[in-house]
């Protein structure tokens, strides 16, 4: 009786042990060639080199204006030394030097402050555009993951988390076709955008 109930419970261990086994399947899956394979990171990079472009030549506009200014206080400051003119008109003409003077020097602190703020709006946007586009991605990572019954997806593309993945169960490929399927874009050229590895 006593060796019946041992047998029992080694079966009940073994069943357990086999259970645990089969539902500890583990994929692994590279985000960053998902990241940068995925169409919508091409259509996301293209509208935000666009908008990189336009804000430059913004800047690069208030920038030309800036350099008329400075010419038109150089002038004005030339003019107001002239020992032809009167001194009523040397007085209006250091009057208008010094209003050119402030106005230069708003120009420049404008420009400076609309530099910044640019750049933080194309950080932010670039941040946000990041997190959407990852979440997505992580989505179609989970749907293939429980369609194939792995209980975990491991990021192969950071080498600080992972010591060694076989290629065996890598979902990568399968990924990237599912989240591409339709592109109304060309998905063969590589994107230069590229993810944090840390994602799962």
Avoid: H, W
């Avoid at 583990?26 to 091409?42: E, R």
């Avoid at 080498?159 to 065996?168: C, F, G, K």
Wanted: proline residues 3%; contains cysteine.
């Amino acid at each position: 009786m006593k060796k019946f109930r041992f047998v029992v419970i080694a079966a009940v261990l073994m069943a357990a042990v086999c259970s645990a086994s089969a539902q500890s399947k583990v994929a692994t899956v590279d985000m960053k060639k998902l990241f940068n394979g995925y169409y919508k990171t091409k259509m996301a990079m293209s509208a935000l080199d666009k908008k990189k472009t336009d804000l430059r030549k913004e800047i690069k506009d208030m920038a030309d204006g800036l350099d008329k200014a400075k010419t038109e206080y150089k002038a004005l400051l030339d003019q107001q030394n002239d020992p032809v003119i009167s001194a009523d008109e040397r007085d209006r003409r250091k009057q208008a030097a010094t209003e050119k003077a402030k106005e230069v020097s708003d120009s420049q602190v404008a420009i400076e402050q609309f530099q910044r703020q640019a750049e933080a709006q194309l950080a932010e946007q670039s941040q946000r555009m990041s997190a959407g586009l990852v979440g997505e991605i992580q989505k179609a990572v989970a749907d293939k993951a429980k369609a194939g019954a792995f209980a975990m997806v491991v990021n192969s593309a950071n080498p600080e988390a992972v010591v060694y993945a076989s290629t065996e169960n890598d979902i990568t490929d399968s990924v990237l076709s599912q989240l591409n399927a339709g592109a109304p874009i060309d998905v063969t050229t590589p994107s230069p955008l590229n993810v944090g590895t840390n994602s799962p």
